[in-house]
Nanobody, 125 residues
Framework: QVQPVESGGGLVQAGGSLRLSCAASGHTFSINRMAWFRQAPGKERDFVAAIDWSGANTYYANSVKGRFTISRDNAKNTVYLQMNSLKPEDTALYYC??????????????????WGQGTQVTVAS
């Protein structure tokens, strides 16, 4: 089992920045990839970004490309999501996910095995 725990959410003005953290505990040796998803009220859970545990590859949704950066610190078993130039449409509950899958469908939430409880990000206009 792996337990991801998110932190770093909050309220920010449009154009501002936030950094989310996701600390993973448990059998982290089994993780091949970690990702961030987000879900706004009344909407589906959407892919935001992912990173291979080796750090060799990163993946982004088109809506955040150029504004968000995903990174990891393997020594701390932690993944970060640096969010810049935030927009009101970035408002959502952000979830961290971890899994063994390392194929090309990195954007599919069903392919991740472990999920955190989420951290709220609210961007005011």
């Amino acid at each position: 089992q792996v337990q991801p725990v998110e932190s770093g959410g909050g309220l920010v003005q449009a154009g501002g920045s936030l950094r989310l953290s996701c600390a993973a505990s448990g059998h982290t040796f089994s993780i091949n990839r970690m990702a961030w998803f987000r879900q706004a009220p009344g909407k589906e859970r959407d892919f935001v970004a992912a990173i291979d545990w080796s750090g060799a590859n990163t993946y982004y949704a088109n809506s955040v490309k150029g504004r968000f950066t995903i990174s990891r610190d393997n020594a701390k078993n932690t993944v970060y999501l640096q969010m810049n130039s935030l927009k009101p449409e970035d408002t959502a509950l952000y979830y961290c996910a971890a899994g063994q899958y390392s194929g090309s469908f990195y954007y599919m939430s069903t392919l991740y095995d472990y999920w955190g409880q989420g951290t709220q990000v609210t961007v005011a206009s």
